[in-house]
C-alpha cells in the first residue's frame, strides 16, 4: 500500500495500535512482524489474517487450550546447526526439544474435527510435517537437564565408570589423610576444598611444613594453607585425566548430534517459525479482545460500510477511564464517494475521519476492528492524509502552500483505489478564494473516482456537496443549549458552527456580537441559522422518536405478557372442560359395564331356566332394566330443558308460586294450599302435591 505523505500512518495513529500488538507478542518472531506490521492488498490475504485472529479470539472466549507454551527465540540456535563443524550445547538441544515437543502438540491438536472448525488456524502448518526422529535423536543422547547419557557412547560409558571408581577410591583415601591431619591439630575450620579442580587439604598456615604435598593456595588472611597431600597426587592426576576425556568425548558427542540435526535445520527453521506466528496471531486476537473487535465482511473494491465503528485507541482510553464512546456508521460507495462533514469545533469531525482511517488500515493488516460484524470494508491500494497545519519551515512554505502541494499531489495521483482525508479544505487564505480552490479539488477527486473524507467551515462546500452527485454532507451533533458536543455523525445534511450561539452561552457582550452580525453577509447568516435550527429540530424528532420506540416496545411487551395471560386461561378452561366430559364419561362407561354385567346374567339364567314362568320373570326383569335407563335418559332430557328456562329460588311456598316438582320436572302454578298438600294446575288439569316435593322457581330472562 501507499502513503502519502510519509507520516500518513503516525498521522492516523497507527504506529499505537502497533505497539499495542507488539505488547502482547511473546516471541522475537511475533514482536518483530508487529514492529514491521504488513498492509495487504489482496483479498484472499486479508482475508485469511482476520480469519486466523477470529478463530484464535474465539478459543480464547469459549477457554480453550492451544499447545503454544513455551516461548521459543531459537533463531541463533538454528543457523549455528546449519554451520558445518559447529556445535550446540545440551541446554540449547533441550530448546530444540521443546520446538519439536510444541509442533507435535499443536499437530495432534488439529484431529479431524478442529481442522474443520478451525481452517484458518490450520493453514499455519498446512505447509510443513512432524519428524519424530529429532526428538528421538536428541532422547538417545541427552537427559531431561541436558546432560549426555552414559549410554551415548561405549567409550563415555567406560570413562564416566573408571572416574567413579577412581572418585570413590580417592573419597576414601582423603577421608583417612583429613581424620589424621584433625587428630594432629593441622586443619584449619574447613578440613577440605577444591582448587583448580584438585582436592585439597586446609592447613593452619604454621603447620604446612608439617604435612607433605603441593602447595596449592592461600587463603586472603594467609592463615589457611590449601595443600594437596602426597599420597593422593597420583590419583588425582588420573582423575584429571579421565575427567579430561570426558569432555572431549561429551564434546565429540554433542558435534556428532549437531550434525545430524543439521539435515533437519530447514525443517526446524519452519517449525520457529510456525510457533512465532501462532504468538502472533494470539497477540492480534488478545488485541482484539481489549477493544471488543469484530471480523467483518470484506469486497475486493473500493468500499466503505461502517456500522457502529469505535475509534480504536479512543475505546481504549475510554475504557480505563469507564467514559462512553460514540459509535459512528459511515458509508462511501459508487454513489457517495465523498463525505463533507461539517460542525463546530471540537465536535468530532477529525475523530471520525481518524477512525474510518485506522480501522481501514487494521483490516487490511489482517486485524480484527472495534466495529458490528454486519460493517463492510473494501480494500484501497494507496491512502492520502491532510491533518492539522502543514506549515514547513524546512522548505520556507506557509501553511496555505504546504496545504496547495498537498493537494496538487492528491489530484495527480488519486484514483479508484484510493482513499483520502482533508481536514478544513481550503483553509489558511481568504475564506472566498480558499472556498472556490476547495470546490475546484473535491470536484477533481471526485472525477479521479477517489473516495475520503473532508471536513470544512466553508458554506460553500455545504452547499456544493448538496448538489453534486457523489458528494454528500454530513454534520457532527451539537447540543446548543450545553454548549456540548455529541460526536454523533448525521449524514445527509450539512452543520451549523454556531459561531454565534457559542459567543452568547459564553457571555459575550451582545453589542459586539450584533456588529459582529451586521458584518456578516444576510444570506450567510441566515443560513447559518437555518441549519442551526435545523439541526435542533432534527434532535427533537429523533429524541421523540426514541420515547416512542420505547412506547411501542412497552406496549408490544404488555401485548405478549396479555397474550400468554389469556392463552393460559384458555388452556385452564381446556383442562376444565376435558375434566368434565372425562368424568361424564367415565360414569357412562361405569353405567354400561355394570348393565352389561346385568344383562350377561339374565341371558345366563334364560339359558338355565326351563319353566315358563321363571322365563317370563326373566322378561320383566330385562324390560324393567332397559324401560328404567330409557327413563332415565328422559328425565335427565326434560331436567336439562327446564334448568334452561327456569331458575330455582326456594323459600317458603305461597299461592300463586311457580313451582317445580321434583318427581318429574313439571312446572305449574300453586292454586291452593291445604296444610301440607298443594294443588298445582299444570296445563288444563290440577293435581294434589306434597309441598316437600316441590320447589319454587322464575323463569330466565331471555340474553341478548
Given at each position: 500500500?501507499?502513503?502519502?505523505?510519509?507520516?500518513?500512518?503516525?498521522?492516523?495513529?497507527?504506529?499505537k495500535?502497533?505497539?499495542?500488538?507488539?505488547?502482547?507478542?511473546?516471541?522475537?518472531?511475533?514482536?518483530?512482524?508487529s514492529?514491521?506490521?504488513r498492509?495487504?492488498?489482496?483479498?484472499?490475504f486479508?482475508?485469511?489474517?482476520?480469519?486466523?485472529?477470529?478463530?484464535?479470539?474465539?478459543?480464547?472466549?469459549?477457554?480453550?487450550?492451544?499447545?503454544?507454551?513455551?516461548?521459543?527465540?531459537?533463531?541463533?540456535?538454528?543457523?549455528?546447526?546449519?554451520?558445518?563443524?559447529?556445535?550446540?550445547t545440551?541446554e540449547?538441544?533441550?530448546?530444540?526439544?521443546?520446538?519439536?515437543?510444541s509442533?507435535?502438540?499443536?499437530?495432534?491438536?488439529?484431529?479431524?474435527?478442529?481442522?474443520?472448525?478451525?481452517?484458518?488456524l490450520?493453514?499455519?502448518?498446512?505447509?510443513?510435517?512432524?519428524?519424530?526422529?529429532?526428538?528421538?535423536?536428541?532422547?538417545?543422547?541427552?537427559?531431561?537437564?541436558?546432560?549426555?547419557?552414559?549410554?551415548?557412547?561405549?567409550d563415555?560409558?567406560?570413562?564416566?565408570?573408571s572416574?567413579?571408581?577412581r572418585?570413590?577410591e580417592?573419597?576414601?583415601?582423603?577421608?583417612?589423610?583429613?581424620?589424621?591431619?584433625?587428630?594432629?591439630?593441622?586443619?584449619?575450620?574447613?578440613?577440605e576444598?577444591?582448587?583448580?579442580?584438585?582436592?585439597?587439604?586446609?592447613?593452619?598456615?604454621?603447620?604446612?611444613?608439617?604435612?607433605?604435598?603441593?602447595?596449592?593456595?592461600?587463603s586472603?588472611?594467609r592463615?589457611?594453607?590449601?595443600?594437596?597431600?602426597?599420597e593422593?597426587?597420583e590419583?588425582?592426576?588420573?582423575?584429571?585425566?579421565?575427567?579430561?576425556?570426558e569432555?572431549?568425548e561429551?564434546?565429540?558427542?554433542?558435534?556428532?548430534?549437531t550434525?545430524?540435526?543439521?539435515?533437519y535445520?530447514p525443517?526446524?527453521?519452519?517449525?520457529?517459525?510456525?510457533?512465532g506466528?501462532?504468538?502472533?496471531?494470539?497477540?492480534?486476537?488478545?488485541?482484539a479482545?481489549?477493544?471488543?473487535?469484530?471480523?467483518?465482511?470484506?469486497q475486493?473494491?473500493?468500499?466503505?460500510?461502517?456500522?457502529?465503528?469505535?475509534?480504536?485507541?479512543?475505546y481504549?482510553?475510554?475504557q480505563?477511564?469507564?467514559k462512553?464512546?460514540?459509535?459512528?456508521?459511515?458509508?462511501?460507495?459508487?454513489k457517495?464517494?465523498i463525505?463533507?462533514?461539517?460542525?463546530?469545533?471540537?465536535?468530532?469531525?477529525?475523530?471520525t475521519?481518524?477512525?474510518?482511517?485506522?480501522?481501514?488500515l487494521?483490516?487490511?493488516?489482517?486485524?480484527l476492528?472495534?466495529?458490528?460484524?454486519?460493517?463492510?470494508?473494501?480494500?484501497?491500494?494507496?491512502?492520502?492524509i491532510?491533518?492539522g497545519?502543514?506549515?514547513?519551515?524546512?522548505?520556507?512554505?506557509?501553511t496555505?502552500?504546504?496545504?496547495?502541494?498537498?493537494?496538487?499531489?492528491?489530484?495527480?495521483?488519486?484514483?479508484?483505489?484510493?482513499?483520502?482525508?482533508?481536514?478544513?479544505?481550503?483553509?489558511?487564505?481568504?475564506?472566498n478564494?480558499?472556498?472556490?480552490?476547495a470546490?475546484?479539488i473535491?470536484?477533481?477527486?471526485?472525477h479521479?473516482?477517489?473516495?475520503?473524507?473532508?471536513?470544512?467551515h466553508y458554506?460553500?462546500?455545504?452547499?456544493?456537496?448538496?448538489?453534486?452527485?457523489?458528494?454528500?454532507?454530513?454534520?457532527?451533533?451539537?447540543?446548543?443549549?450545553?454548549?456540548?458536543?455529541?460526536?454523533?455523525?448525521?449524514?445527509?445534511?450539512?452543520?451549523s458552527?454556531?459561531?454565534?450561539?457559542?459567543?452568547?452561552?459564553?457571555?459575550?457582550?451582545k453589542?459586539?456580537?450584533?456588529?459582529?452580525?451586521?458584518?456578516?453577509?444576510e444570506?450567510?447568516?441566515r443560513?447559518d441559522k437555518?441549519?442551526?435550527?435545523?439541526?435542533?429540530?432534527?434532535?427533537?424528532?429523533?429524541?421523540?422518536?426514541?420515547?416512542?420506540?420505547?412506547?411501542?416496545?412497552e406496549?408490544?411487551?404488555?401485548?405478549?405478557?396479555?397474550?400468554?395471560?389469556?392463552?393460559?386461561?384458555?388452556?385452564?378452561q381446556?383442562?376444565?372442560?376435558?375434566?368434565?366430559?372425562?368424568?361424564?364419561?367415565?360414569?357412562r362407561?361405569?353405567?354400561?359395564?355394570?348393565?352389561e354385567?346385568?344383562?350377561?346374567?339374565?341371558?345366563?339364567?334364560?339359558?338355565?331356566?326351563?319353566?315358563?314362568?321363571?322365563?317370563?320373570?326373566?322378561?320383566?326383569?330385562?324390560?324393567?332394566?332397559?324401560?328404567?335407563?330409557?327413563?332415565?335418559?328422559?328425565?335427565?332430557?326434560?331436567?336439562?330443558?327446564?334448568n334452561s328456562?327456569?331458575d330455582?329460588?326456594?323459600?317458603?311456598?305461597?299461592?300463586g308460586?311457580?313451582?317445580?316438582m321434583?318427581?318429574?320436572?313439571?312446572?305449574?302454578?300453586?292454586k291452593?294450599?291445604?296444610?301440607?298438600?298443594?294443588?298445582?294446575?299444570?296445563?288444563l288439569?290440577?293435581?294434589?302435591?306434597s309441598?316437600?316435593?316441590?320447589?319454587v322457581?322464575?323463569?330466565?330472562?331471555?340474553?341478548?
Amino acid at each position: 500500500m501507499k502513503f502519502f505523505p510519509e507520516t500518513a500512518l503516525s498521522q492516523l495513529e497507527f504506529d499505537k495500535v502497533k505497539a499495542l500488538l507488539e505488547e502482547h507478542s511473546k516471541t522475537e518472531y511475533a514482536k518483530s512482524k508487529s514492529q514491521d506490521l504488513r498492509i495487504h492488498t489482496r483479498k484472499e490475504f486479508i482475508e485469511l489474517e482476520l480469519q486466523q485472529s477470529h478463530e484464535y479470539k474465539l478459543l480464547i472466549e469459549h477457554s480453550m487450550y492451544f499447545p503454544n507454551d513455551y516461548v521459543l527465540n531459537l533463531a541463533k540456535e538454528l543457523r549455528l546447526l546449519g554451520i558445518s563443524g559447529a556445535m550446540l550445547t545440551g541446554e540449547q538441544f533441550m530448546q530444540i526439544r521443546k520446538l519439536a515437543e510444541s509442533i507435535s502438540n499443536i499437530f495432534r491438536w488439529f484431529d479431524a474435527d478442529r481442522r474443520l472448525a478451525y481452517p484458518a488456524l490450520v493453514k499455519v502448518i498446512g505447509d510443513t510435517y512432524y519428524e519424530k526422529v529429532i526428538m528421538e535423536l536428541i532422547d538417545d543422547v541427552l537427559l531431561e537437564n541436558g546432560e549426555v547419557r552414559d549410554n551415548a557412547s561405549e567409550d563415555l560409558a567406560r570413562i564416566r565408570s573408571s572416574l567413579y571408581r577412581r572418585r570413590t577410591e580417592l573419597r576414601r583415601l582423603f577421608d583417612k589423610i583429613v581424620q589424621k591431619l584433625s587428630k594432629a591439630g593441622y586443619t584449619a575450620d574447613i578440613d577440605e576444598a577444591f582448587l583448580n579442580g584438585r582436592r585439597v587439604v586446609a592447613i593452619v598456615a604454621e603447620q604446612k611444613r608439617q604435612v607433605k604435598g603441593i602447595l596449592h593456595g592461600e587463603s586472603d588472611t594467609r592463615r589457611t594453607s590449601y595443600i594437596e597431600p602426597e599420597e593422593t597426587i597420583e590419583l588425582n592426576n588420573e582423575i584429571f585425566g579421565l575427567e579430561n576425556d570426558e569432555r572431549r568425548e561429551v564434546h565429540r558427542i554433542l558435534q556428532q548430534l549437531t550434525a545430524r540435526l543439521a539435515m533437519y535445520a530447514p525443517l526446524l527453521k519452519t517449525w520457529h517459525q510456525v510457533l512465532g506466528e501462532y504468538d502472533f496471531i494470539q497477540a492480534k486476537a488478545k488485541l482484539a479482545l481489549d477493544m471488543n473487535g469484530n471480523f467483518p465482511m470484506l469486497q475486493d473494491k473500493a468500499h466503505v460500510q461502517l456500522i457502529q465503528a469505535y475509534h480504536p485507541l479512543l475505546y481504549l482510553y475510554h475504557q480505563k477511564s469507564k467514559k462512553p464512546t460514540i459509535p459512528v456508521d459511515v458509508t462511501l460507495d459508487e454513489k457517495r464517494r465523498i463525505l463533507v462533514i461539517s460542525g463546530p469545533n471540537a465536535g468530532g469531525k477529525t475523530v471520525t475521519m481518524k477512525t474510518v482511517g485506522l480501522s481501514q488500515l487494521m483490516i487490511q493488516s489482517g486485524l480484527l476492528v472495534p466495529a458490528h460484524p454486519n460493517s463492510v470494508f473494501g480494500i484501497f491500494k494507496q491512502i492520502m492524509i491532510h491533518i492539522g497545519d502543514t506549515q514547513s519551515i524546512e522548505f520556507e512554505l506557509s501553511t496555505y502552500s504546504s496545504h496547495l502541494l498537498h493537494m496538487k499531489h492528491f489530484i495527480e495521483n488519486a484514483n479508484g483505489k484510493t482513499l483520502f482525508f482533508i481536514d478544513e479544505l481550503g483553509s489558511g487564505s481568504d475564506p472566498n478564494l480558499g472556498g472556490a480552490f476547495a470546490e475546484v479539488i473535491m470536484e477533481e477527486l471526485g472525477h479521479k473516482h477517489a473516495m475520503g473524507i473532508v471536513t470544512t467551515h466553508y458554506l460553500n462546500l455545504k452547499v456544493m456537496a448538496n448538489k453534486t452527485p457523489g458528494i454528500i454532507n454530513g454534520a457532527m451533533a451539537f447540543d446548543e443549549k450545553t454548549l456540548m458536543p455529541l460526536y454523533k455523525l448525521t449524514v445527509g445534511k450539512p452543520g451549523s458552527s454556531y459561531t454565534f450561539s457559542i459567543a452568547e452561552r459564553i457571555g459575550l457582550d451582545k453589542r459586539l456580537i450584533e456588529r459582529a452580525r451586521n458584518l456578516v453577509d444576510e444570506d450567510h447568516f441566515r443560513l447559518d441559522k437555518l441549519l442551526n435550527r435545523a439541526e435542533q429540530d432534527q434532535r427533537e424528532i429523533e429524541k421523540k422518536e426514541k420515547e416512542l420506540s420505547k412506547l411501542i416496545k412497552e406496549n408490544e411487551k404488555l401485548h405478549k405478557e396479555m397474550q400468554l395471560v389469556i392463552n393460559k386461561e384458555r388452556h385452564l378452561q381446556q383442562v376444565e372442560v376435558l375434566k368434565h366430559q372425562n368424568r361424564i364419561t367415565e360414569d357412562r362407561i361405569a353405567f354400561l359395564k355394570d348393565m352389561e354385567r346385568t344383562l350377561k346374567q339374565l341371558v345366563f339364567d334364560w339359558k338355565k331356566a326351563e319353566a315358563q314362568d321363571d322365563k317370563k320373570d326373566l322378561i320383566k326383569q330385562m324390560h324393567a332394566l332397559l324401560f328404567k335407563q330409557h327413563q332415565k335418559q328422559v328425565t335427565e332430557k326434560v331436567k336439562k330443558k327446564i334448568n334452561s328456562k327456569y331458575d330455582e329460588v326456594g323459600g317458603d311456598i305461597q299461592v300463586g308460586d311457580k313451582v317445580l316438582m321434583k318427581k318429574n320436572h313439571q312446572v305449574g302454578e300453586v292454586k291452593e294450599l291445604r296444610g301440607k298438600k298443594a294443588v298445582v294446575q299444570l296445563g288444563l288439569m290440577p293435581i294434589t302435591v306434597s309441598v316437600d316435593d316441590l320447589v319454587v322457581v322464575t323463569e330466565k330472562e331471555n340474553e341478548e
